[in-house]
């Protein structure tokens, strides 16, 4: 009976060690597949990229720490009756050298992968990655050291590089997106097209007069005065002018400096590193249609390695029925979803940008056009009849007289005078 006892004990222990393998192994898994992800996206490359290296080096960490059951015990212990104590996950010697296995090797690989980025504590970062190499063995530490260690130094003077081009104090980090200094913002809110986001106007600029322009003297500071509807005066118009072309002009000035690849990285990484400015441009001037224009130029012409020409076979084969779910959703009659910025053809990514950014601008005659023209200049099949639906579209938004023109001219060209008229 003893040893009946004893044999299903060890049996209940064991199960109770399986069970808890099973779902801390799962837990691990998808955490990590989440850093991935991130990264694989470009998280590695964005301003505050130190980040979310140091966070998922502290996870691997975590792996081999003791756990405290002290609070899971007093939990259980107020459900169960009294007098009664909850059964625990025994420890597991093989286990927990299973794990500080595969965390070595995790440990290892993110180290290696985190000194190759320029980023804020990149020395401390390395410091922390010789250390964790020479406490594991001497020998090997200091081969893989004086591996990496070129690659850390180039990092660190890109770093430094960088920092004299631009820096976030610079870029005005953390920047609200607010419209061109000059539009009329109140217009916007009630649907009546504006003046500067409504048409070709960069920043700050009139741009091109619309059918549903307001002239009115409020709704003409209303934008420039951060949305408080008092006109401006003169030099207080100029400055804000003044100070809003500075800081796009460091934005550009970024993006044209991770464009020249100071890091020598693969056609893929470069073309991450390019994209996570871009989208942090947009961020801080998501209502400026430029910006997206100057993104969507871009991708159409060095956003990746696949050629127009292998997504116009694919172009043909899908549906370009534009669904009802949202202006981008509505414009991507391509494969590549909204946001898609990683599905195959540069042409395709153009697409999705240029939908994103009418999802902010749904009056933008430029971002509208724009995407017409590379839908029907890329893009084979239906996609020439997709180009006409884009700025149809774009009419019943936003009614103005040059919407018309470039769909009258569209029009045309693919279906003939009559339909033109």
């Known amino acids: 009976g003893v040893a009946q006892v004893s044999v299903i004990h060890q049996q209940y222990e064991e199960s109770l060690r399986s069970a808890y393998r099973q779902r801390i192994d799962l837990i691990r898994e998808k955490v990590t597949q989440a850093y991935e992800t991130a990264l694989e996206f470009g998280a590695g490359f964005a301003q505050n990229n130190h980040l979310i290296w140091k966070r998922?080096?502290?996870?691997?960490?975590?792996?081999?720490?003791?756990?405290?059951?002290?609070?899971?015990?007093?939990?259980?212990?107020?459900?169960?009756?009294?007098?009664s104590v909850p059964v625990l996950p025994p420890a597991d010697p093989a286990h927990d050298h299973s794990?500080?296995?595969?965390?070595?090797?995790?440990?290892?690989?993110?180290?290696?992968?985190?000194?190759?980025?320029?980023?804020?504590?990149?020395d401390q970062f390395w410091q922390e990655y010789e250390a964790f190499e020479r406490s594991h063995s001497d020998s090997l530490g200091t081969i893989l050291v004086a591996e990496w260690l070129p690659k850390y130094q180039h990092a660190r003077s890109i770093y430094l590089e960088r920092n004299r081009v631009w820096t976030v104090h610079e870029l005005k980090g953390g920047r609200l997106a607010v419209p061109p200094v000059g539009c009329n913002v109140e217009g916007a809110v009630v649907g009546v097209s504006t003046s500067g986001m409504g048409t070709m106007g960069g920043t700050g600029a009139?741009?091109?007069?619309?059918?549903?322009?307001?002239?009115?003297?409020?709704?003409?500071?209303?934008?420039?005065?951060a949305g408080?509807?008092?006109?401006?005066?003169?030099?207080?118009y100029m400055a804000q002018m003044e100070d809003e072309r500075v800081v796009l002009s460091k934005w550009r000035r970024r993006a044209a400096y991770e464009r020249t690849n100071p890091e020598r990285l693969s056609t893929t990484d470069h073309a991450s590193r390019?994209?996570?400015?871009?989208?942090?441009?947009?961020?801080?001037?998501?209502?400026?249609?430029?910006?997206?224009?100057?993104?969507s130029q871009w991708e159409l012409l060095h956003g990746g390695s696949v050629a127009a020409s292998t997504v116009s076979n694919s172009a043909n084969t899908s549906d370009a029925q534009p669904s009802n779910q949202g202006t981008a959703s509505a414009a991507l009659i391509t494969p590549a979803k909204a946001g898609d910025a990683k599905s195959g053809?540069?042409?395709i990514r153009a697409v999705a940008v240029l939908g994103l950014g009418m999802e902010s601008l749904p009056d933008s005659a430029l971002l509208a056009q724009a995407q017409a023209e590379i839908l029907e200049r890329h893009?084979?099949?239906?996609?020439?009849v997709a180009c006409i639906k884009v700025?149809?579209?774009?009419?019943?938004?936003?009614?103005?007289?040059?919407?018309?023109?470039?769909?009258?001219?569209?029009?045309r060209r693919h279906q003939g005078v009559d339909a033109a008229r």
């Open 99 to 122: 794990t500080s296995q595969k965390q070595l090797a995790q440990l290892r690989t993110i180290y290696q992968r985190g000194v190759t980025h320029p980023m804020t504590g990149l």
């Open 206 to 225: 009139a741009g091109v007069v619309g059918a549903g322009d307001d002239f009115g003297g409020e709704a003409t500071g209303g934008a420039g005065a």
């Open 274 to 295: 390019v994209r996570a400015s871009y989208s942090e441009e947009v961020c801080a001037f998501a209502r400026h249609p430029e910006v997206w224009y100057e993104w």
């Open 56 to 83: 998922y080096v502290n996870f691997v960490k975590s792996w081999t720490e003791p756990v405290n059951y002290t609070a899971a015990a007093m939990s259980l212990a107020s459900w169960m009756p009294q007098g």
């Open 345 to 347: 053809g540069n042409a």
């Open 379 to 384: 893009l084979a099949g239906e996609s020439k």
């Open 228 to 236: 408080t509807g008092k006109p401006l005066s003169d030099s207080e």
């Open 391 to 411: 700025l149809e579209q774009f009419v019943k938004r936003s009614p103005t007289t040059l919407g018309f023109v470039l769909l009258q001219r569209l029009v």
